[in-house]
């Protein structure tokens, strides 16, 4: 399995962006699908986006379509998820993901998970 470790959260008005990092540790990092969720209190987890383990294939959900950009870095071992024109729904827990399978909106299948990082966007 591989190891993940987010960064980049924080607290942003609304309009505003952050940069999410998910650093992984393993040497097969390449050959993983990763993905981002996100968690607001009361909430289910929800799919955000996800990206093919070359590159080469990106998924968002449509609450994120043209606002959030994922990419990877495979030398670097690290999943970007680039966050703009941030909304106040945007506030929530978010989660690095990897799977060995096909890509898939349901949390229940992906394998590994970091613990989460922080978002808040305020008005």
């Known amino acids: 399995q591989v190891q993940l470790v987010e960064s980049g959260g924080g607290l942003v008005q609304a309009g505003g962006s952050l940069r999410l990092s998910c650093a992984a540790s393993g040497r097969t990092f390449s050959n993983y699908a990763m993905g981002w969720f996100r968690q607001a209190p009361g909430k289910e987890r929800e799919f955000v986006s996800a990206?093919?383990?070359?590159?080469?294939?990106?998924y968002y959900a449509n609450s994120v379509k043209g606002r959030f950009t994922i990419s990877r870095d495979n030398a670097k071992k690290t999943v970007y998820l680039q966050m703009n024109s941030l909304k106040r729904e945007d506030t929530a827990v978010y989660y690095c993901a990897a799977s060995l399978g096909d890509i898939t909106t349901s949390p229940a299948r992906w394998g590994s998970w970091g613990q989460g990082t922080q978002v808040t966007v305020s008005s």
């Open positions: 990206i093919s383990w070359s590159g080469g294939s990106t």
